[in-house]
């Protein structure tokens, strides 16, 4: 089982709708979640972090993590053409002290 | 969040060459990673680098084929070694955030094995 599993899409969206993105994990004891946007041939950007259950909001993203449910998602809002890019799911296991990557879902806003 | 300059941007080697890709960051950092990112593929962990120790390697990967070099806390080398075609992909570097370890990316190295 990996430690980290998105849907690998492609997931199509029309423009201004909203986009949302899963992640499932399977360590209890991650602590640490982070969403991050891939331009096609650009490395990794963080856009996302949280820690905590609950929702967290910043401008059109909002993370969402459910710790009992070892589910984290990503909204975003008012979905643009410039938000088209592979979305990767993160979780930062502190026991084992690196990084786990999903495969990455693959986003399509349309105009 | 830390920048991180990572060279070369791309590269085309003839195979059974060895390439040397360099990360410099701006700040002092405990842990730097050396991922791997094939086309269409998410990230794979190739080695953690520590100032001080030698890399940790993850399962599949060998010093070997991979050495890192970590001599300071802003900088270190992954050596791509007797490459192959099947080495052809994407290099990236990150290190870790100063707070709530986030990790950050160099602009990667696209390498082509020919």
């Known amino acids: 089982q990996k430690e980290v599993e998105q849907n690998s899409g492609p997931l199509s969206v029309p423009e201004g709708a909203i986009a949302s993105l899963n992640c499932t994990y399977s360590?209890?004891?991650?602590?640490?979640f982070f969403w991050y946007r891939q331009y096609s041939g650009k490395s990794p950007e963080l856009i996302m972090s949280i820690y905590s259950n609950g929702d967290k909001e910043d401008g059109r993203f909002t993370a969402q993590l459910n710790k009992a449910s070892q589910y984290v998602s990503l909204l975003i809002r008012d979905s643009q053409p410039s938000d088209s890019a592979t979305y990767l799911c993160a979780v930062f296991l502190y026991n084992f002290n690196k990084f786990y990557f999903g495969s990455g879902t693959k986003l399509n806003v349309k105009p | 969040s830390a920048v991180i300059s990572q060279k070369p941007s791309r590269d085309i080697c003839q195979r059974g060459t060895s390439l040397t890709i360099q990360c410099q960051v701006d700040?002092?950092?405990?842990?730097m990673f050396w991922y791997r990112q094939q086309p269409g593929q998410s990230l794979t962990l190739i080695a953690t680098a520590n100032q001080g120790s030698e890399a940790t390697y993850e399962s599949g990967f060998v010093i070997d084929k991979f050495p890192i070099s970590r001599p300071n806390l802003t900088f270190s080398t992954l050596t791509v070694s007797n490459m192959s075609p099947e080495d052809s992909s994407i290099y990236l570097c990150?290190?870790?955030?100063?707070?709530?370890?986030?990790?950050?990316f160099g602009q990667g190295t696209r390498l082509t094995v020919v």
């Open positions: 990150s290190v870790e955030g100063r707070t709530n370890t986030e990790a950050f």
């Open positions: 700040s002092q950092v405990t842990m």
């Open positions: 360590d209890r004891v991650s602590q640490s």
